[in-house]
């Protein structure tokens, strides 16, 4: 492949490097050019074009993607069409993403101009979570090079969706004194809601005095009943594990089973206890595992879930990585708490710069209908006024001045996105520029639509960003599934501020490797009003 500039005159065959305007249209990069191009080019004014001229066995960019992409097991896993070089690769089910390093090296080490990237190993992902991406960097590539990272790909997994095998729990806590019931009873809780993302269910739960020989009669009869479904047996016990002797890995001996691993180095979890009775896991958690934050015990519980059998070496082997963010409630390691710890602070940006093309051609503006008597966008900003965001945040766009007109008088901060017909980023990015929320710890993201939304809601998401200690992501979720609004933290503003086209910021969260928390706020999550048959389904009145 010759890349350069070319003359009209020899210009036939070749591949335009950047796109070029012509008065009746556009011919787009890497469109191959042929004669009637050349002749419309040259009625331009057009002498010369910068391109690329193919050689024998080169193959464009699409082509070179999407042989890479198809010779991945396509198991548990979807692909997008090829498309300026890039084919994207999503989760065909909820589970676990399981990828060798090993091998993606190998293939981003054949040529520059052929990469893939994934998600990191052993990531939880939902259907639809984007988990891997092939690049073919310039306009075309080496026939033999696409062919060389195709067999790799075939005969090695470079990465792979394991799907959940929802598992029937039973949860055994142990009791002394000083726990107290409310703890035990938060603790099954939250343990039921860390078992939905797989399917699992908490089949029962046991509490007994925290004695060796009382749990290893619980756990002998546990795993010796009969069950039509896989098992699980979880301990918390109310005392942390000391020692391998102790309470919880001795019980699972005396009941007939084997330890695998007492600790582990990930930090929250040191404490975690993996030990198994015939083919039933029995896992001691840890006392961090109380808490919703990730932690080690996650860690394991995913890989039990999604059906891998953990070793002593696999947890052992997973220090790098491992040291977690910290739980609010907790010292730092080896270091003392700080009293006067300051407030996380959220401000909040509320996006109100869209098209509304769904409403149709010249038809009424969705953030103008009224409810309850005002236009939605100035109800959305009074809502967020009235919540603990600590400044509220608009950014206009289509019909900037009605927008504004409706927003006046309020006590926000309007940003006006010149480039608003390039979809949502262009929005993002202008929010996140502006001083006023640039310097806070975290940014709720508000999409001005959403008529459900109470001041509520948004309080509770804030609330969950300051116990996480703000360094998470918070999520709305309704029965699982993922809604709006959500908090960015800090740590992801830089990459907030490279987005460009029409995509939010899913897909950086998804890959940043920063915790999840989800809040689930029902149905308000999903309610959004994007047609004027929404609107009045949800009791709005068509205006503007």
């Given at each position: 492949?010759?890349y350069?500039?070319?003359?009209?005159?020899?210009?036939?065959?070749?591949?335009?490097?950047?796109?070029?305007?012509?008065?009746?249209?556009?011919?787009?990069?890497g469109?191959?050019?042929?004669?009637?191009?050349?002749?419309?080019?040259?009625?331009?004014?057009?002498?010369?074009?910068t391109?690329?001229?193919?050689?024998d066995?080169?193959?464009?960019?699409?082509?070179?993607?999407?042989?890479?992409?198809?010779?991945?097991?396509?198991?548990?896993?979807?692909?997008?069409?090829?498309?300026?070089?890039?084919?994207?690769?999503?989760?065909?089910?909820?589970?676990?993403?399981?990828?060798?390093?090993?091998?993606?090296?190998?293939?981003?080490?054949?040529?520059?101009?052929?990469?893939?990237?994934?998600?990191?190993?052993?990531?939880?992902?939902?259907?639809?979570?984007?988990?891997?991406?092939?690049?073919?960097?310039?306009?075309?590539?080496?026939?033999?090079?696409?062919?060389?990272?195709?067999?790799?790909?075939?005969?090695?997994?470079?990465?792979?969706?394991?799907?959940?095998?929802p598992?029937?729990?039973?949860?055994?806590?142990?009791?002394?004194?000083?726990?107290?019931?409310?703890?035990?009873?938060?603790?099954?809780?939250?343990?039921?809601?860390?078992?939905?993302?797989?399917?699992?269910?908490?089949?029962?739960?046991?509490?007994?005095?925290h004695?060796?020989?009382?749990?290893?009669?619980?756990?002998?009869?546990?795993?010796?009943?009969?069950?039509?479904?896989?098992?699980?047996?979880?301990?918390?016990?109310?005392?942390?594990?000391?020692?391998?002797?102790?309470?919880?890995?001795?019980?699972?001996?005396?009941?007939?089973?084997?330890?695998?691993?007492?600790?582990?180095?990930?930090?929250?979890?040191?404490?975690?206890?993996?030990?198994?009775i015939?083919?039933?896991?029995?896992?001691?958690?840890?006392?961090?595992?109380?808490?919703?934050?990730?932690?080690?015990?996650?860690?394991?519980?995913?890989?039990?879930?999604?059906?891998?059998?953990?070793?002593?070496f696999?947890?052992t082997?997973?220090?790098?990585?491992?040291?977690?963010?910290?739980?609010?409630t907790r010292?730092?390691?080896?270091?003392?708490?700080?009293?006067?710890?300051?407030?996380?602070?959220?401000?909040?940006?509320?996006?109100?710069?869209?098209?509304?093309?769904?409403?149709?051609?010249?038809?009424?503006?969705?953030?103008?209908?009224?409810?309850?008597?005002?236009?939605?966008?100035?109800?959305?900003?009074?809502?967020?006024?009235?919540s603990?965001?600590?400044?509220?945040?608009?950014?206009?766009?289509?019909?900037?001045?009605?927008?504004?007109?409706?927003?006046?008088g309020l006590?926000?901060?309007?940003?006006?996105?010149?480039?608003?017909?390039?979809?949502?980023?262009?929005s993002?990015?202008?929010?996140?520029?502006?001083?006023?929320?640039?310097?806070?710890?975290?940014?709720?993201?508000?999409?001005?639509?959403?008529?459900?939304?109470?001041?509520?809601?948004?309080?509770?998401?804030?609330?969950?960003?300051?116990?996480?200690?703000?360094?998470?992501?918070?999520?709305?979720?309704?029965?699982?599934?993922?809604?709006?609004?959500?908090?960015?933290?800090?740590?992801?503003?830089?990459?907030?501020?490279?987005?460009?086209?029409?995509?939010?910021?899913?897909?950086?969260?998804?890959?940043?490797?920063?915790?999840?928390?989800?809040?689930?706020?029902?149905?308000?999550?999903?309610?959004?009003?994007?047609?004027?048959?929404a609107?009045?389904?949800?009791?709005?009145?068509?205006?503007?």
């Amino acid at each position: 492949m010759k890349y350069g500039n070319f003359d009209l005159s020899n210009a036939k065959g070749l591949v335009l490097a950047h796109s070029a305007r012509l008065p009746d249209g556009r011919l787009p990069k890497g469109h191959v050019l042929s004669r009637d191009d050349i002749r419309r080019l040259s009625d331009a004014g057009v002498s010369s074009v910068t391109a690329v001229r193919l050689d024998d066995g080169d193959m464009l960019e699409d082509a070179a993607a999407q042989a890479v992409a198809a010779s991945i097991a396509p198991d548990n896993l979807n692909f997008s069409e090829a498309s300026t070089g890039r084919v994207n690769i999503y989760a065909k089910v909820d589970g676990l993403f399981v990828a060798s390093r090993e091998v993606v090296d190998c293939v981003n080490r054949i040529d520059p101009a052929i990469t893939l990237a994934c998600l990191a190993d052993h990531v939880p992902v939902r259907a639809g979570d984007m988990v891997a991406t092939v690049k073919i960097i310039p306009l075309a590539v080496q026939g033999v090079k696409v062919a060389e990272a195709a067999a790799l790909l075939k005969q090695s997994v470079a990465f792979e969706v394991k799907a959940y095998q929802p598992r029937a729990v039973t949860l055994v806590a142990t009791e002394l004194p000083s726990l107290k019931t409310s703890v035990m009873d938060r603790t099954a809780r939250l343990l039921e809601r860390r078992l939905s993302q797989s399917g699992s269910r908490l089949k029962k739960e046991i509490r007994i005095p925290h004695a060796m020989e009382d749990l290893a009669e619980v756990l002998q009869q546990v795993a010796g009943s009969e069950t039509h479904e896989p098992a699980m047996i979880i301990v918390f016990g109310a005392s942390a594990v000391a020692d391998v002797d102790d309470v919880i890995p001795a019980a699972i001996r005396a009941a007939g089973g084997h330890v695998e691993q007492v600790g582990m180095p990930v930090d929250p979890g040191n404490l975690l206890v993996l030990g198994w009775i015939g083919d039933i896991p029995v896992l001691g958690a840890p006392g961090c595992a109380r808490s919703p934050k990730e932690n080690g015990f996650d860690w394991v519980l995913n890989r039990l879930m999604a059906g891998e059998h953990p070793s002593s070496f696999d947890i052992t082997g997973m220090g790098v990585g491992g040291l977690l963010m910290e739980i609010p409630t907790r010292p730092l390691p080896r270091e003392a708490a700080k009293p006067d710890k300051p407030t996380v602070t959220v401000g909040a940006l509320m996006l109100a710069a869209g098209q509304a093309r769904r409403m149709g051609k010249d038809g009424p503006h969705k953030l103008l209908s009224e409810f309850d008597g005002l236009p939605l966008v100035r109800r959305t900003a009074q809502m967020l006024l009235a919540s603990q965001a600590s400044r509220v945040v608009a950014v206009t766009g289509h019909r900037r001045q009605d927008i504004n007109a409706a927003l006046a008088g309020l006590n926000i901060e309007l940003a006006f996105n010149a480039d608003f017909a390039s979809g949502m980023a262009s929005s993002l990015v202008s929010g996140f520029s502006l001083p006023a929320l640039a310097g806070l710890d975290g940014i709720l993201v508000m999409l001005a639509d959403m008529p459900a939304i109470t001041t509520e809601h948004v309080d509770s998401l804030i609330a969950a960003f300051r116990d996480a200690g703000g360094g998470v992501v918070v999520r709305s979720v309704s029965d699982g599934k993922r809604g709006n609004p959500i908090i960015i933290p800090r740590a992801a503003y830089p990459a907030i501020l490279r987005l460009d086209g029409d995509v939010g910021a899913r897909a950086i969260i998804e890959s940043s490797g920063l915790p999840v928390v989800d809040v689930d706020i029902g149905p308000a999550a999903h309610l959004d009003v994007d047609t004027p048959e929404a609107v009045t389904a949800a009791g709005g009145i068509l205006r503007g």
